[in-house]
């Protein structure tokens, strides 16, 4: 098939798919997503005795998503490759039933009361002490046991290319004070998914949300991501101990395996002989990202197979780059193929890990009366 007849099939396919989903979109449940190989059915379920569903959004560009209520996650984002082939370029799972009995349970989902790490769980406010439940060796990740990603959120389709999912997480839920108030919004907006956070609450809190999509821009299911070309626009990272715990220092990452200034291969110095990649079995590590303000450009990476870049924008100080060091192959993705050792990464826009226990770190304390704002997103282009 010529290029130009592959160009035509692909925009008619995108198309039936946009008219597809106009067509069945009203609210989300029910709907036909064969097109992807997800049978919907496998995701209406009814847990804590609420309804857990399938969303799907779209746009005109060609943009395709789909989320479940159960985490507020992503469990799929199509995006068109150099030869306008529509890419999963967001690895997840095809039941309900794999997210609940996932031995990872972050595929895709929000990220709270706090993403990352808290050492031993501990944190103060007003010299008022608290303690979360620890769920990582020795230290909380992700909000504890049961974070933002294990409970099911309310979802309100707004339009065709955006949702909105809200949760109230009570007061002394996983450790943390205060009534939260959370809304995560993903809208689908020309070439990007932008993600919209706000929350507030009725007692002094630490907060810190993210999402943990983890991508693959040549494909779920196409293998390593060590041949993607990844530039972060950071100059400083945050050294871990052994625990994954940040030392408190912000150290340059010239001369060092953590220098992404210029684009690099990320498999070429994973391996090195190095302390903090050791610690993080690979890269798993916060960049403190360079200019203020709100649509910093965090990220820029492009999949070596597909030519499908990603760019990533924040107003957060933070990004993690995680490169699936703890990937085992124990689950099985949408299309089959096993989430095999670091066959995805993350790049999670956030305040830095242990924050509250780092004075030196930008704060994660918001206010009673306060309202939390944030965007991140994730911008889709062809490499040039
Ligand atoms: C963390 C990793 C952790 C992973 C779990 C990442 O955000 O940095 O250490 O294993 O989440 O999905």
Redesign the pocket.
């Known amino acids: 098939m010529s290029n130009n007849h592959f160009q035509v099939y692909s925009i008619i396919f995108i198309s039936v798919i946009f008219l597809a989903c106009q067509t069945k979109s009203t609210n989300g449940s029910g709907s036909n997503l064969s097109f992807i190989g997800i049978d919907s059915s496998k995701f209406d379920s009814v847990i804590s005795d609420k309804n857990v569903t399938l969303y799907h959004l779209v746009n005109k560009n060609g943009l395709t998503a789909i989320f479940t209520n159960y985490g507020a996650r992503i469990v799929s984002l199509m995006v068109p490759d150099k030869e306008s082939n529509p890419t999963d370029v967001v690895v997840g799972f095809n039941s309900i039933n794999n997210y609940t009995t996932s031995s990872?349970p972050?595929y895709g989902a929000t990220i709270g009361r706090y993403g990352?790490r808290i050492a031993k769980g501990k944190f103060s406010i007003d010299g008022i002490d608290y303690q979360t439940p620890i769920n990582d060796g020795l230290n909380m990740?992700?909000g504890g046991p049961i974070g933002y990603q294990g409970v099911i959120w309310n979802a309100e389709k707004i339009d065709s290319s955006t949702i909105q999912f809200s949760y109230l997480s009570k007061d002394g839920e996983m450790g943390f004070p205060g009534n939260l108030n959370v809304k995560v919004t993903y809208r689908l907006r020309d070439d990007a998914l932008k993600i919209s956070y706000e929350a507030t609450t009725d007692k002094k809190t630490i907060i810190n949300l993210t999402n943990?999509a983890y991508f693959n821009l040549n494909g779920e299911g196409s293998g390593t991501i060590l041949n993607h070309q990844l530039e972060i626009f950071s100059d400083q990272y945050t050294p871990i101990d052994s625990t994954?715990i940040p030392t408190g220092e912000l150290a340059n990452v010239k001369g060092t395996p953590f220098d992404f200034t210029k684009p690099e291969i990320i498999g070429k110095r994973i391996d090195l002989d190095n302390d903090q990649l050791k610690h993080g079995k690979g890269y798993?590590h916060n960049f403190i990202l360079k200019e203020n303000g709100d649509n910093k450009h965090a990220a820029h990476i492009i999949g070596d197979k597909s030519g499908i870049v990603m760019d990533v924008y924040t107003d957060q100080p933070g990004l993690?780059f995680?490169c699936g060091n703890?990937m085992t192959g124990k689950n099985v993705f949408k299309g089959g193929a096993k989430d095999d050792f670091r066959t995805a990464f993350?790049l999670?826009t956030q305040h830095f890990p242990d924050s509250p226990n780092h004075p030196n770190f930008p704060s994660t304390e918001l206010k009673a009366g306060e309202t939390m704002k944030s965007e991140s997103y994730y911008k889709f282009s062809i490499k040039k």
Do not use: I, K, R
Request: charged content about 25%; glycine content about 0%.
């Open positions: 990872d972050y990352n990740l992700h943990h994954l798993d993690q995680y703890f993350c999670e």
